[in-house]
């Protein structure tokens, strides 16, 4: 059976840094693209950002560019989200998702993606 799980979300204030995990079992790690979604209350689930199969490319939405950084380390199974300069409309939950089709599903909005993770609350105080 396969699992997304995420951690490192928390309470933090505006400037500061957190870095999510998203530890997978029961899948290839090799075999996915790997992304990032959040969603606040009552908004519709937002694209992150997105790393492809073996780390050599990455995509970001266009407010967490130059501030938040993906990556991977197959070897321990797990997808990581460097989160920098937080500003209070970063809040939100963050799910991890594994999608085999590529980094450009991910990217288009993960629609039909093979697992997600179920979340971890990130708030960003002002």
């Known amino acids: 059976q396969v699992h997304l799980v995420e951690t490192g979300g928390g309470l933090v204030q505006a400037g500061d840094s957190l870095k999510l995990s998203c530890v997978t079992s029961?899948?290839?790690?090799?075999?996915?693209?790997m992304g990032w979604f959040r969603q606040c209350p009552g908004k519709e689930r937002e694209f992150v950002a997105a790393?492809?199969?073996?780390?050599?490319?990455?995509h970001y939405a266009d407010s967490v560019k130059g501030r938040f950084t993906v990556s991977r380390d197959d070897a321990k199974a797990t997808v990581y989200l460097q989160m920098n300069s937080l500003k209070p409309e970063d809040t939100a939950v963050y799910y991890c998702?594994?999608?085999?089709?590529?980094?450009?599903?991910?990217?288009?909005?993960?629609?039909?993606?093979?697992?997600w993770g179920k979340g971890t609350p990130v708030t960003v105080s002002s």
């Open positions: 029961g899948l290839i790690p090799s075999m996915y693209a």
């Open positions: 790393i492809n199969w073996n780390g050599d490319f990455t």
């Open positions: 998702v594994a999608d085999g089709r590529g980094l450009h599903t991910i990217v288009a909005g993960a629609k039909g993606a093979d697992y």
